[in-house]
């Protein structure tokens, strides 16, 4: 049976978990090795994506992107992270700050799969098609 | 009056500013990993439900989707309408709600695309609800058996395959032989019958759409219709939803109490098109390459055709299907499905078209399982002695063929016959009332025809009508209202015809 992207993952992570760091790298060359016997260095992209995944799940790890119009104030920086951590049960979340000028105001956060949309733009859109109805 | 109507106005936009409240919630969303031919593989959207919208945000404006798939990591999703904007990585945002359409009373007279939005050139259509395009049918308790007539105005249908007020009746037949016809002459004979109309065309020539939609109005028959189009150049995945919308529509006015009469033109099409979906989505193929639930697909539009008892508000919901066979090849695998779904069909026939008998409708190969349980008293009375000749004929005229020396009785027969063949003829675009049907087949069935020449036959037929509407109004009168053909009336009409012909030249001494 072809082994997928997301198997490769899962005995990779199984494998690096709980390692010490001396032995990681050993572990990668070996697996690297085993992915060009098998002919499956291309899937390479989608073997890390769903390493990715599996490395939050486990640690508990949040990636968050916020979209700001201005420059985010620590104030509310600190607040957004407070309501992530209570919805997401997450230990830590990292943060990606992106400004966006188009969003006029206010702020969009996304994390997992999930999307917070407080911006000013969506709010006029919103108001545009009931006014249009 | 200037300035108080711009105070109007300004008041009017304080008004709606004030009552405007956006709420801001989570949303679930994902990204489009793959795109082509109008799927969408998105990645995310771990709560996304089936049959629910998606939203897309492209670059070119917001496009809509339903997801069809879902898979371990990633979702399945038909794109509704232009998806040439979307690319990989786009965002995509499920609504959380089932794909719906609006229906209410402003829908009638206008012709609509498969997800609500007016697409004849007039005004917006003001939305009173939304209706699921997905929904089960009614179930046992709330039903009831079929018990009203539905009036084609087609002299074969309604006396010898009557179709009743919540009946599925299956029109088949090869291209270009008439079905839509039949389809568009029983609309144009709901007039005045308290019935809402639904023509829902898929993946037809909008120019074809655009005939019949003139047709209709010239013959005043957009005040209780809609037409729904999914023409051929749409993406295949509005022609898989249209059928289901367009029931949703009817459903709207079932749930008032009404009866309405819907016709999917045609199934076949539609089959194709959840057929290309489905290899899209990468769903196993079967049998002529449909998927393993294209009877599902059929079925479960079909059930929704209805009559609900008076605790129910005693409404119906008519459905036409039609199917277009190849080369007469009734044993295909989507006809034999909705063929076996059907409470029977109208089955025409190219030979019969050929020779001139329009509409071509096979009467030996046609049924209708509801029977004469959907037919008025006044033609239940003409028509079973009717279906008895005409089967008499069918059969002494392929016996009468080959031999020369024929009985008297047989003669009679085949005369009788062949005047039955000429009345059964019947222009497009000139469906009959039923009183006047009643008083033709009558008078066919009592040898008044007899001495008529065949070839005057028709002559004959307008003429009669012409002189009954002035000289036995009230017989006609009577059959519409009582719905029943008296002895009395019986002996009028027979004097009636019999002064008629007294005028006549040509009749066979």
């Given at each position: 049976?072809?082994?997928?992207?997301?198997?490769?993952?899962?005995?990779?992570?199984?494998?690096?978990?709980?390692?010490?760091?001396?032995?990681?790298?050993?572990?990668?060359?070996?697996?690297?090795?085993?992915?060009?016997?098998?002919?499956?260095?291309?899937?390479?992209?989608?073997?890390i994506?769903?390493?990715?995944?599996?490395?939050?799940?486990?640690?508990?790890?949040?990636?968050?992107?916020?979209?700001?119009?201005?420059?985010?104030?620590?104030?509310?920086?600190?607040?957004?992270?407070?309501?992530?951590?209570?919805?997401s049960q997450?230990?830590?979340?990292?943060i990606?700050?992106?400004?966006?000028?188009?969003?006029?105001?206010?702020?969009?956060?996304?994390y997992?799969?999930?999307?917070?949309?407080?911006?000013?733009?969506?709010?006029?859109?919103?108001?545009?098609?009931?006014?249009?109805? | 009056?200037?300035?108080?109507?711009?105070?109007?106005?300004?008041?009017?936009?304080?008004?709606?500013?004030?009552?405007?409240?956006?709420?801001?919630?989570?949303?679930?969303?994902?990204?489009?990993?793959?795109?082509?031919?109008?799927?969408?593989?998105?990645?995310?959207?771990?709560?996304?439900?089936?049959?629910e919208?998606?939203?897309?945000?492209?670059?070119?404006?917001?496009?809509?989707?339903?997801?069809?798939?879902?898979?371990?990591?990633?979702?399945?999703?038909?794109?509704?309408?232009?998806?040439?904007?979307?690319?990989e990585?786009?965002?995509?945002?499920?609504?959380?709600?089932?794909?719906?359409?609006?229906?209410?009373?402003?829908?009638?007279?206008?012709?609509?695309?498969?997800?609500?939005?007016?697409?004849?050139?007039?005004?917006?259509?003001k939305?009173?609800?939304?209706?699921?395009?997905?929904?089960?049918?009614?179930?046992?308790?709330?039903?009831?058996?079929?018990?009203?007539?539905?009036?084609?105005?087609?002299?074969?249908?309604?006396?010898?395959?009557?179709?009743?007020?919540g009946?599925?009746?299956?029109?088949?037949?090869?291209?270009?032989?008439?079905?839509?016809?039949?389809?568009?002459?029983?609309?144009?004979?709901?007039?005045?019958?308290?019935?809402?109309?639904?023509?829902?065309?898929?993946?037809?020539?909008?120019?074809?759409?655009?005939?019949?939609?003139?047709?209709?109005?010239?013959?005043?028959?957009?005040?209780?219709?809609?037409?729904?189009?999914?023409?051929?150049?749409?993406?295949?995945?509005?022609?898989?939803?249209?059928?289901?919308?367009?029931?949703?529509?009817?459903?709207?006015?079932?749930?008032?109490?009404?009866?309405?009469?819907?016709?999917?033109?045609?199934?076949?099409?539609h089959?194709v098109?959840?057929?290309?979906?489905?290899?899209?989505?990468?769903r196993?193929?079967?049998?002529?390459?449909?998927?393993?639930?294209?009877?599902?697909?059929?079925?479960?539009?079909?059930?929704?055709?209805?009559?609900?008892?008076?605790?129910?508000?005693?409404?119906?919901?008519?459905?036409?299907?039609?199917?277009?066979?190849?080369?007469?090849?009734?044993?295909?695998?989507?006809?034999?499905?909705?063929?076996?779904?059907?409470?029977?069909?109208?089955?025409?026939?190219?030979?019969?078209?050929?020779?001139?008998?329009?509409?071509?409708?096979?009467?030996?190969?046609?049924?209708?399982?509801?029977?004469?349980?959907?037919?008025?008293?006044?033609?239940?009375?003409?028509?079973?002695?009717?279906?008895?000749?005409?089967?008499?004929?069918?059969?002494?005229?392929?016996?009468?063929?080959?031999?020369?020396d024929?009985?008297?009785?047989?003669?009679?027969?085949?005369?009788?016959?062949?005047?039955?063949?000429?009345?059964?003829?019947?222009?497009?675009?000139?469906?009959?009332?039923?009183?006047?049907?009643?008083?033709?087949?009558?008078?066919?069935?009592?040898?008044?025809?007899?001495?008529?020449?065949?070839?005057?036959?028709?002559?004959?037929?307008?003429?009669?009508l012409?002189?009954?509407?002035?000289?036995?109004?009230?017989?006609?009168?009577?059959?519409?209202?009582?719905?029943?053909?008296?002895?009395?009336?019986?002996?009028?009409?027979?004097?009636?015809?019999?002064?008629?012909?007294?005028?006549?030249?040509?009749?066979?001494?």
């Amino acid at each position: 049976m072809k082994i997928v992207a997301k198997q490769y993952a899962q005995a990779l992570f199984s494998e690096i978990k709980d390692r010490a760091e001396k032995d990681i790298s050993s572990i990668i060359n070996n697996f690297v090795e085993i992915l060009k016997k098998d002919n499956c260095l291309s899937q390479m992209e989608k073997i890390i994506f769903y390493f990715n995944d599996l490395w939050k799940k486990e640690y508990f790890l949040v990636e968050a992107e916020i979209n700001i119009a201005r420059k985010i104030e620590p104030e509310l920086k600190k607040e957004i992270v407070q309501y992530l951590t209570k919805i997401s049960q997450a230990k830590k979340i990292n943060i990606i700050e992106k400004e966006n000028k188009k969003l006029v105001g206010g702020f969009v956060v996304k994390y997992n799969d999930k999307i917070i949309d407080a911006s000013v733009k969506n709010k006029i859109n919103k108001f545009k098609n009931s006014l249009i109805q | 009056m200037e300035n108080n109507s711009k105070d109007f106005i300004v008041e009017q936009i304080r008004q709606r500013i004030s009552e405007f409240k956006s709420e801001i919630k989570e949303q679930n969303f994902g990204k489009v990993v793959e795109i082509g031919d109008g799927i969408a593989k998105v990645s995310g959207l771990s709560e996304a439900m089936m049959s629910e919208m998606i939203e897309f945000k492209t670059e070119k404006g917001l496009v809509y989707g339903v997801v069809l798939n879902l898979e371990e990591d990633s979702v399945g999703v038909v794109v509704l309408g232009d998806h040439s904007g979307i690319k990989e990585g786009d965002e995509a945002v499920s609504l959380k709600r089932i794909l719906e359409v609006p229906v209410g009373d402003g829908i009638i007279g206008r012709v609509v695309n498969p997800l609500g939005i007016a697409i004849d050139g007039k005004e917006n259509i003001k939305v009173e609800k939304f209706y699921p395009i997905e929904k089960i049918a009614p179930g046992v308790i709330t039903r009831e058996s079929v018990n009203e007539p539905v009036q084609t105005g087609i002299k074969s249908i309604d006396a010898m395959i009557p179709v009743g007020r919540g009946q599925r009746e299956l029109i088949i037949g090869d291209r270009q032989i008439g079905k839509t016809a039949i389809a568009i002459d029983t609309i144009i004979n709901q007039k005045g019958q308290n019935m809402k109309c639904i023509y829902v065309a898929i993946g037809q020539k909008e120019s074809k759409i655009a005939g019949i939609v003139a047709k209709l109005q010239e013959a005043g028959a957009m005040e209780y219709t809609t037409v729904v189009v999914a023409g051929a150049s749409d993406p295949s995945s509005l022609l898989y939803i249209a059928p289901y919308s367009g029931c949703a529509m009817a459903e709207y006015f079932l749930d008032k109490g009404e009866d309405v009469l819907i016709v999917y033109d045609d199934l076949s099409k539609h089959a194709v098109a959840y057929r290309e979906i489905s290899l899209l989505l990468k769903r196993p193929p079967g049998r002529e390459a449909y998927p393993g639930d294209v009877f599902y697909l059929h079925s479960r539009l079909l059930e929704r055709a209805c009559k609900l008892n008076k605790d129910f508000g005693g409404g119906s919901i008519t459905a036409l299907p039609i199917i277009e066979t190849q080369a007469g090849d009734v044993s295909a695998y989507i006809p034999t499905n909705v063929i076996s779904i059907t409470d029977g069909q109208i089955y025409l026939e190219p030979d019969l078209f050929y020779q001139g008998n329009r509409p071509a409708i096979n009467a030996g190969l046609s049924v209708s399982r509801v029977g004469s349980s959907a037919q008025i008293k006044a033609m239940k009375k003409v028509a079973g002695k009717m279906r008895l000749e005409a089967a008499q004929y069918r059969e002494l005229a392929a016996f009468a063929q080959f031999g020369s020396d024929l009985d008297d009785e047989t003669k009679k027969k085949l005369e009788r016959g062949k005047r039955l063949m000429e009345i059964l003829k019947q222009g497009q675009y000139e469906p009959m009332d039923v009183a006047e049907q009643v008083a033709i087949f009558f008078s066919l069935i009592n040898g008044l025809m007899d001495n008529v020449p065949v070839e005057k036959i028709r002559e004959f037929e307008a003429g009669v009508l012409i002189y009954l509407r002035d000289n036995a109004n009230d017989i006609f009168k009577a059959i519409r209202e009582v719905k029943v053909l008296e002895e009395a009336n019986e002996e009028k009409l027979i004097k009636v015809i019999n002064d008629y012909k007294d005028t006549l030249d040509y009749l066979i001494k």
